[in-house]
């Protein structure tokens, strides 16, 4: 389904849900009936396909003679039948993983569960069985079936400290009671349901979409049901924001949700700051919960702009979550037009309230588990800032370096040490090479994170002058057009990002696949890129010889695509398995380095036809083992 017209249905939907929310829920649920229904048809056709080939073995074997031809046709009934039965027994199996954190034992925390409580009663919404707190900017509902596809829903509240530290006592407790809102009236009990329809449909079109009928009927039915379910998500969310107002009135509501939005910034902030100092701490910190709360809790200058751009946002079929303005209507407050309103909080209120000396103690807790689990790959980012460090060193000793050894240099400056310490290094650059679209794009990309219009047209440019900067310069402009009521903008870098996305997924689909012999043509690698690929093979002492040639591929031709076939060399008294052959075809996939794409073979069995074809083109020997 086009872009344009699901966002049309979505319209239509959202029109209808709020004229009649009841029968809204019912079509959904028709919806799923629906699929279900087609499920279970396939379901009956794989039954009658193996019940068909038994039927024949049977029918045969009572005949007393038993004919190669009818065991045949009933193996490949039978094969079909449990073939489409099994795609359909994965497809309809979703699992959801149960949230990470530390789950509170009852009456550790009695003042939070007393507020739970409380807000559970007022509403009217079933019991919480667990309550677990993380190390995230977050706040959730997650429901999981004990019985799988059968139910009986546990439910869990999950709490981050971060954000209970970060919220006053009001407005952590609007926050709890929209996320019980959407246990009210069992609504959650048929979200996590339509849910986990959504996950089922788009694995079943994964499994069975190449069987007859069925992939023509998922394409049509799984963005139709998505919209049904995607518009019902959003006026559940609606329902949880007025329970939350009801319960905790629109100050606390509206205090909440502008300090969220506020706070998203800094966390991408914060965590793109911890990973530069991973390239230069040895050792990943051991306070990562209080590090994460302090910058939470700042108020920057640029504060005020990320709230009006938030507030210029609509909504999306990204989020079902209304936009900010809409939310903040909703819940009765007044939405901010001009100055920063005040934001109150950042002072450990509801955690210090409700955790006591526990929050302490479950800070270090989840800080020290962080430390732990992320040991090793910040020690590989650290070895990795190490080597940066190292060539920064030697860039920095040349005299003369040309274009591309001063741009290495910037790009290695801005990775160690930050956007803000390489701006004016990245602007001389830019502005001496005003063609050079990976340094015209980050200038862009900087500009427009700090709120200056004039990084649209240096990402313009550089997507101009590279396709490769289309898919994340239409992210870019996409953005600003949504922060920035420039919805024109938005829109049309949205379809520029999804055709390019389109072109690049069949790019790699017809680079996935061997191609076929007459599709093949000389390479025109360079003595220096075939230099350096006859020193990988020659590192690999079993492949005694390999051609290689270039392939005329549809899609996206300015990348190269390359056929390399590799020939085993063993003496004639070893004996060589494929396992052995399959792991060195792995280790050279993850060793060769080539322009482009590259599809490596081994010159044997079924791929002897490609091999040859290969070996015939002009140039194609690049590898002989020295005897």
């Known amino acids: 389904m086009e872009l344009a017209a699901y966002d049309s249905l979505i319209a239509k939907l959202e ?27 396939m379901g009956l056709l794989a039954l009658a396909l193996v019940g068909a080939g038994v039927g024949l073995v049977v029918a045969d074997l009572q005949s007393r003679h038993l004919h190669g031809g009818v065991v045949k046709i009933a193996f490949i009934l039978a094969a079909l039948g449990g073939t489409l039965a099994w795609a359909l027994l994965r497809g309809l199996w979703v699992s959801f993983e149960a949230p990470e954190g530390i789950t509170l034992a009852r009456g550790q925390a009695p003042e939070l569960e007393a507020e739970i409580e409380r807000l559970r009663t007022e509403l009217g919404a079933p019991p919480i069985h667990r309550i677990v707190l993380t190390a995230d900017f977050n ?96 006026e559940q969310e609606r329902e949880a924001d007025r329970a939350a107002a009801r319960l905790c009135g629109a100050a606390a509501c509206a205090g909440a949700l502008m300090r969220s939005a506020v706070a998203g910034r800094l966390a991408g902030g914060f965590w793109s700051t911890l990973a530069r100092r991973a390239r230069r701490d040895a050792q990943p910190p051991t306070d990562l919960v209080d590090l994460q709360s302090g910058a939470l809790a700042a108020l920057p200058p640029a504060a005020a702009r990320w709230l009006g751009e938030e507030l210029a946002r609509i909504d999306n079929r990204e989020d079902p979550h ?106 001389a650059f830019v502005a001496a090479h005003l063609d050079h679209a990976p340094g015209l794009f980050h200038l862009g990309s900087d500009l427009l994170e700090d709120g200056d219009e004039r990084g649209l047209e240096l990402v313009r440019r550089a997507m101009s002058l590279d396709a490769d900067a289309l898919g994340a310069g239409s992210i870019l402009l996409k953005e600003w057009g949504d922060t920035h009521g420039l919805h024109d903008l938005a829109a049309e870098a949205e379809r520029l990002g999804v055709e390019r996305a389109a072109l690049e997924r069949r790019a790699a689909e017809e680079r996935s ?82 322009p482009g794409n590259c599809f490596i073979i081994n010159g044997k069995g079924d791929t002897a036809a490609s091999a040859k074809a290969a070996a015939k083109q002009p140039g194609a020997r690049v590898y002989q083992r020295a005897e």
């Not at 029109?15 to 048809?41: E, N």
């Open 513 to 594: 696949r061997l191609p076929p012999p007459k599709r093949l043509r000389p390479h025109q690698l360079d003595a220096a890129a075939l230099a350096a690929l006859a020193g990988t093979l020659a590192a690999h002492p079993e492949v005694a010889a390999a051609d290689l040639a270039g392939v005329e591929v549809a899609h996206l031709p300015e990348k190269p695509f390359h056929l390399l076939v590799v020939r085993v060399g063993t003496a004639w008294w070893k004996m060589r398995s494929q396992a052995a052959d399959d792991r060195l075809l792995t280790a050279l996939a993850e060793s060769v380095r080539l």
């Open 139 to 234: 706040a959730a509902l997650y429901q999981r079936p004990l019985l799988g596809p059968f139910g009986w829903y546990r439910n869990h509240l999950i709490l981050g400290l971060p954000l209970l530290r970060l919220f006053t006592v009001d407005q952590a407790r609007s926050v709890i009671a929209h996320e019980l809102g959407h246990l009210h009236g069992a609504h959650g009990r048929f979200g996590a349901w339509i849910h986990r329809l959504r996950a089922t449909w788009g694995r079943l079109a994964e499994r069975t979409g190449g069987w007859w009928g069925v992939g023509a009927f998922l394409r049509w039915y799984a963005p139709l049901f998505n919209a049904y379910s995607f518009v019902l998500a959003r």
């Open 15 to 41: 029109q209808s849900a709020l004229r009649d929310p009841a029968w809204y829920r019912t079509r959904v649920g028709l919806m799923a009936a629906l699929g279900y229904a087609v499920v279970g048809l």
């Open 322 to 427: 209304p936009c900010l303005r809409n939310r903040l209507e909703l819940v009765g407050a007044p939405v901010p037009t001009t100055a920063l309103p005040a934001l109150p909080g950042g002072a450990g209120g509801a955690a210090r309230a409700w955790l006591g000396p526990l929050d302490a103690a479950l800070g270090t807790r989840m800080s020290e588990d962080w430390a732990q689990r992320s040991g090793e790959a910040w020690r590989a980012r650290h070895q990795e800032g190490e080597e940066m460090r190292r060539r920064l060193a030697e860039l920095e000793r040349l005299e003369s370096p040309d274009r591309d050894q001063r741009w290495e240099r910037v790009a290695l400056q801005r990775e160690l040490e930050g956007p803000e310490a390489a701006r004016a290094a990245l602007e």
